[in-house]
């Protein structure tokens, strides 16, 4: 029987703790370094200002304590998906310009004038839209003109945009305030699709009334003063987010998960660890047990069958994998090899400074972005720096 060292087990951040102790597991959101990383992006562009996107609860972090952070910060521009959103913010910003991405749909327009939100119109029906509820409350109401410069997702295609311009009078009740697009493959500093839909977002603006205009987001930002414009709407790069392919956006890691050891076993060759026995153990091995799964977020395509990869989480500075299936609240990890004899009640870290999301999204085969935005709410989240 091996003597276990005499050592401190891994602990939960020190800033964590007072929540965390009786947990088996933490979400940590660090406010400085998600101010840090909107600073360091608006000083990269700048002459242009720089928003933040916050939708979808500020990519799972909890818009009402990042908006208020970034506000604080000097951030004067919101962007989110959806009117719900949009109020949400603008009950914890009386000042900021919000824009809703999503646009305008049937039946959206009072609850966005409730927000005092400005909706991106997308399309020529939708400016229609806009213009018309204009013109029935008497007033004139700002927009932002979303144009499609080659995604093909959301935005007025250069047909619509020239019929637009051929009627000027559509224009008069609405004060257009930014004229926007969205790149398809800005991950990638080499795609020719970038070039391309920078020459065809030109083309468009000088179709459309002088305003300013805004077509990068995190990785846009990073291809260049070409790319900035007027405003950049940075999202999954004010998080610690790090898709972009060339050099490294100048950000640190926001959130890191860590989760508690609840048992760990031996197994013997051949023993079958986990939901359908999908691995079994090709020598005598040591299985921990740990508190965190699906349910959290961790993705179950990080399991993994025997003989094929899978996820990993950090143990006292060793990576580790995952070993069997994913389930909703556990996972079993191969401990075996950890330079340190791993026990009951040592810590791991499954998202991290050390795990980056980019590292856990290809572990579970997938993206970071969507490992951040399906973090659970089962986890206490600890907010530390900032007004936390």
Known sequence: ?????????????????????????????????????????????????????????????????????????????????????????????????????DGLFPGAADDILAAAAIPCLASLAEVEDWAAHARRIGARLACALHVDSGLHRLGLPLDEVRRLAARPALLESLDVVLVMSHLAAADDPADPANAAQLAAFTQLRRLLPGAPASLAASDGLMLGPDFHFDLVRPGYALYGGQAFRGARAPVSPVVSLYARVLQVRDVEPGGAVGYSASWRAPRASRIATLAVGYADGLGRAASAPTGAPGGSVIIHGARLPIVGRVSMDLITVDVTDCPVPVARGDVAEVIGPTLTLEAAGADARTIGYEVLTRLGRRMPRVYVGGSA
């Open 1 to 101: 029987m091996t003597t276990r060292p005499e050592i401190k087990s891994p602990p939960f951040p020190a800033d964590t703790v007072a929540i965390a102790g009786a947990e088996t597991g933490v979400l940590r959101i660090d406010l400085d370094a998600l101010v840090n990383n909107w600073r360091a992006l608006a000083r990269r562009v700048a002459l242009a200002e720089c928003g933040a996107v916050v939708k979808a609860d500020a990519y799972g972090l909890g818009v009402a304590r990042v908006v208020p952070a970034l506000a604080a910060a000097g951030c004067q521009t919101f962007f989110v998906a959806t009117p719900r959103e949009a109020g949400e913010v603008r009950a914890l910003d009386g000042r900021a310009r919000i824009f809703v991405l």
